[in-house]
């Protein structure tokens, strides 16, 4: 919704009742980039469940067979470890499978695995789009350009995160860094690495679906073995990227989670320093 | 803003130079700054009573979303995954599997449409070979059927069913050496050295019929893993039939097959996942409609060009 209608809607209201104080906001998300934010946590829920089902049919962490079980897999080495050391865990029916049974659709499935994961993967790219378009729409891309300042900015936001426990435990204050900028360093490194982590994603994807057609592709990122290697590490980005995430928006209240779903903000304060320097 | 101090200073610098050029230089850079510059975000009063509205209406279609959303994904993982997280109702459904499908078909029409006959899959040279595993799916057959093995031919454009040894086959036609990587469903690859007819050669010799656009590739000797008849049968469309990179291998490492890898004749498609590439081919057999297939039975693709 674009700003002129807010502006018409608030006349008509202020004209009914002028005497109802009005709410200062700040547009924050264009509707495409919510409806794309949020579309994208079952798309990629989906993508790295199935990723890891089809993992399991040929991990690329492996070792020489283990002369008792016959093992290669690191994946479930480590679901073996897990069910010996976990309390509660000792009873464990499969202890190779623990990693394939609570980090994706399940172990031996694979073709259903790799239909839900072509399915999510033309939902993941067509969501991509519908993100670019909003960023574009609603001019939001601008945000999101790193710029050199964040290097040394980007310290400051590190010594304030690391600060913050001790001052807390210290009850002293401690003052988060001032920025003018709609993200501070850090989340603008998160939020620009990420489209750039889907856009890999998806190249490594097409290279290692189709790696002779699109061999030149492959060979971008080292060969089609390489591309797998790829593949699989870009999911931990958004592995990373998502805990983090989730913490932080809960920390900061719930003006910036109900942004995401509304699209405006109450915290104006910004913009109006930005406004006062032009 | 940052980028209006900047684009000031360096206009600052450039009056001493009085040269046109690099006034219009630092005009466009400003306009440049200014374009990806960020902009703040225009502060609008609204009446509360809008903001409600739209706020409540926001929060429901989202809700409404996140609703749906849980019942796609109740809709579309497989039983065994939803019974794990507890819910033990039978969600399978023919639309389930009609929707997967469908799925599955446009990635298949992706496929058919990067395909074309002119582009060659990439070579190597043999110092990149790697080990190449019997991936037999079941047991490895019995290597007796070698002996009395023959070729069959059916849906020739003569309307005969010609039967071939692996003798007049190395006879007739001459031998392609290449070595491709073959990449299987399972996400492993190897590069292998192989040499063979042409797939081409054999449909110039023996021409399918004219209506045929489809060849079903079969292997009656494959076992089952508990050792019992399990043949083996697979669609391949004739364009990638007719690719120059496909041959009917004879030869692997520079040596007959061994029984391991489908002596002595099995399919050789650097352009189709591993599981088309069938060993010990028994016959093929030219048809119009696409036929049935081993693998697209048990939910891969049928297609599966890469």
Known sequence: ?278 | MNSDEKGGRLKGKDIPSTGVGSDVKSASVTKLQRFFGERPLSAVEMAPRILRYQSRRDFLVFGAGALAGLAGAGFLLPQETLSRIGIHRNMNSPKKEWFLNKALRIDDDVAEALYSVNRRVPTYTKWQITPLKNNYNGSTPDPRYISGWKLTLDGLASGLSISLDIRSLLIRFSVQEQITRLVCVEGWSAIAWWAGLRFDDLLRAYPPMSQAKWARVESSVNLDASGNPDPYFMSLDLATARHPQTLLATHFNGQPLTVDHGAPLRLLVPVKLGLKNVKAITRITYVAEEPRDYWAERGYSRYDGI
């Not at chain 1, 109802?20 to 509707?31: A, D, S, Y």
């Open chain 1, 1 to 278: 919704m674009s700003n002129s209608t807010l502006a018409d809607c608030e006349a008509k209201s202020t004209n009914t009742l002028p005497e109802q104080p009005g709410v200062l906001v700040v547009r924050k998300h264009h509707f495409l980039v919510r409806l794309s934010h949020w579309l994208n946590v079952p798309i990629l829920l989906g993508l790295i469940l199935s990723g890891i089902s089809i993992y399991w049919a040929s991990p690329i962490y492996q070792h020489k067979p283990d002369p008792n079980t016959g093992n290669v897999d690191v994946a479930a080495d480590i679901g073996i470890w897990i069910c010996a050391h976990v309390p509660g865990l000792h009873h464990y029916s499969s202890p190779p499978d623990w990693i394939y049974n609570h980090m994706s659709l399940g172990p031996g499935m694979l073709a259903l695995a790799l239909r839900l994961h072509w399915l999510c993967a033309y939902l993941f790219m067509l969501n991509g789009m519908v993100y670019a378009a909003g960023l574009l729409m609603g001019g939001g891309w601008r945000s999101l350009l790193p710029r050199w300042s964040d290097l040394l900015d980007a310290l400051r936001m590190f010594r304030y995160y690391l600060g913050f426990p001790f001052a807390k435990l210290a009850r002293r204050q401690w003052l988060h860094p001032l920025f003018n900028t709609k993200y501070n360093a850090l989340q603008r490194a998160a939020y620009s690495s990420v489209p750039v982590a889907g856009l890999l994603s998806v190249a490594t994807g097409w290279a290692i679906h189709k790696p002779m057609q699109l061999h030149r592709l492959a060979a971008v990122f080292g060969g089609y073995n390489a591309a797998r290697v790829w593949h699989f590490w870009l999911m931990w980005i958004y592995i990373q990227f998502v805990v983090p995430h989730v913490i932080l928006v809960f920390a900061d209240g719930s003006d910036t989670l109900r942004s995401m779903i509304v699209g405006w903000s109450t915290r104006v304060e910004r913009s109006e320093v930005v406004a006062n320097e032009q």
